[in-house]
């Protein structure tokens, strides 16, 4: 059969076309750019966007100019850091803080790990996202990597290391932490954390939490082994003995180890 019939089926294949080139496309020049990200010769900007919901109670007057007067030392340690691999390279990160935005409800979190379940959380912290970027001023398309990170005044003493969620090799994070002044370098160091999940690294800390060896290790060629001086950014915690481990002190012992440091292209 020809005719009005032909024709239209024609066009609509070739609609079809078009859009699936566009696609292609674009996913193509998303991938280039996220790749781009891990040639470490420019510096990633990164934006730091906190979030609060108001029905947890107030922080602490000082815990937000904390978190801002340390970003300068998250900055030097990563660079430091970088030019163990890289000596000589720019600073790997270009560090900004928004916010405080307030929200109802934390940020999505994913269901299931099938296709469906990915591409329905996408859409979520999409939608979930967007207006939050817009009440901070923020334009998503200006930085490398964005980590959420809720903020919540603390209700125990103890320093847990919360595990967020961030798409691997992805653009967006997202983490919840008890935040008041004395957690402002723990803070820094879990959204450090997260934003290295954006860059595809992985956990190096097994079911227990306990950090894996030798990927898990900062300086896995130390002699003695024990205790290590750092905690390895992707495992969490600093090992003291085969049993033992801490969880970091301050920015200071924030270290990426080579394992993590191949995963993210430092490591050439
Ligand atoms: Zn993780």
């Known amino acids: 059969m020809t005719g009005a019939g032909g024709t239209f089926y024609r066009v609509r294949v070739a609609v079809l076309l078009v859009i699936l080139a566009g696609v292609i496309l674009y996913a193509a020049r998303d991938v280039q750019s996220r790749r781009a990200r891990k040639t470490w010769d420019h510096t990633l900007s990164v ?3 906190l ?32 030019h163990r691999y890289r000596p000589g390279a720019p600073h790997p990160f270009s560090f900004r803080l928004f916010g405080p935005v307030d929200v109802a409800a934390p940020p999505p979190s994913a269901e299931g790990t ?25 334009t998503a398309s200006d930085f490398d990597s964005r980590l959420y990170v809720v903020v919540r005044p603390p209700v125990r003493r103890d320093r847990t290391m919360v595990e967020g969620e961030s798409e691997q090799d992805g653009r967006v994070g997202t983490v919840s932490v008890e935040l008041d002044a004395s957690m402002a370098d723990f803070t820094l160091f879990v959204a450090t954390h997260e934003l290295f999940h954006t860059l595809g690294a992985s956990d190096k800390y097994d079911a227990s939490g306990r950090s894996l060896v030798p990927d898990g290790l900062a300086e896995p060629t130390l002699v003695p082994l024990y205790p290590q001086r750092f905690a390895e950014v992707m495992a969490r915690n600093r090992p003291l003995s085969p049993s033992e481990e801490v969880v970091p002190a301050s920015l200071d012992d924030l270290a990426v180890g080579p394992a993590t440091a191949a995963e993210i292209g430092w490591a050439r």
């Open 114 to 138: 099938g296709f469906v379940d990915l591409a329905r959380h996408t859409y979520d912290l999409w939608r979930y996202v967007r207006p939050v970027d817009e009440a901070a001023g923020l």
């Open 47 to 49: 934006a730091l966007v």
């Open 51 to 82: 979030l609060r919901d108001p029905a947890q109670g107030p922080l602490a007057p000082d815990a937000l100019p904390a978190l801002h007067a340390r970003l300068p030392a998250l900055d030097a340690r990563l660079t430091e850091e970088l």
